[in-house]
T-cell receptor, first 114, second 112 residues
């Protein structure tokens, strides 16, 4: 299994739709997970951190399933401004101290249309 | 936003020339990272630093070296640039091992 695998996408949804992305990871010892969003030709920006079973922030909900080793991101009531690439991020597989190294998924492209 | 500045923002250089990219932070964070981002590969770690003069290799370190002589500066050097090093380079910082990374604006490097 790859360290991080994301839904290939792309996802094209109308405004107001609910959309969900999944991400699987291989390192069962991982404790912290993140979702980033990246706009075209910009740097990745932190969207949500997931340290336990899940996290909710307004229209965004991230869930963690340790038994099946996947995390998900749910976006409700999609806005045009949600159009971006969403990156799943998990700690890198490493023996001993990883010094905070993170492995990024390749990203899922979301386009929200009117 | 985290205080991270990358320079230059854009650079075009010729094959075989040395290139140095600079990352400067004002957050006094211990950890600093250099990533490159390419279509089909996502973000890949080149080198990282866990303190002044403490650095280690990432997954794509061949052809790159780094230096960190001060907490605030992390330099990435391409000793002899090749066309395969054409990419977007991002610097990132983190306060501790479990915290998320915060990225700089990126440097677009083209090697002709």
């Amino acid at each position: 299994r790859k360290e991080v695998e994301q839904d290939p996408g792309p996802f094209n949804v109308p405004e107001g739709a609910t959309v969900a992305f999944n991400c699987t990871y291989s390192n069962s010892a991982s404790q912290s997970f993140f979702w980033y969003r990246q706009d075209c030709r910009k740097e990745p920006k932190l969207l949500m951190s997931v340290y336990s079973s899940g996290n909710e922030d307004g229209r965004f909900t991230a869930q963690l399933n340790r038994a099946s080793q996947y995390i998900s991101l749910l976006i409700r009531d999609s806005k045009l401004s949600d159009s971006a690439t969403y990156l799943c991020v998990v700690p890198a597989n490493a023996g001993g101290t990883s010094y905070g190294k993170l492995t990024f998924g390749q990203g899922t492209i979301l386009t929200v249309h009117p | 936003d985290a205080g991270i500045t990358q320079s230059p923002r854009h650079k075009v250089t010729e094959t075989g020339t040395p290139v140095t990219l600079r990352c400067h932070q004002t957050e006094n964070h211990r950890y600093m990272y250099w990533y490159r981002q390419d279509p089909g590969h996502g973000l890949r770690l080149i080198h990282y630093s866990y303190g002044v003069k403490d650095t280690d290799k990432g997954e794509v370190s061949d052809g790159y070296s780094v230096s960190r002589s001060k907490t605030e500066d992390f330099l990435l050097t391409l000793e002899s640039a090749t066309s395969s090093q054409t990419s977007v380079y991002f610097c990132a910082i983190s306060g501790d091992r479990l915290s998320p990374l915060h990225f700089g604006n990126g440097t677009r490097l083209t090697v002709t």
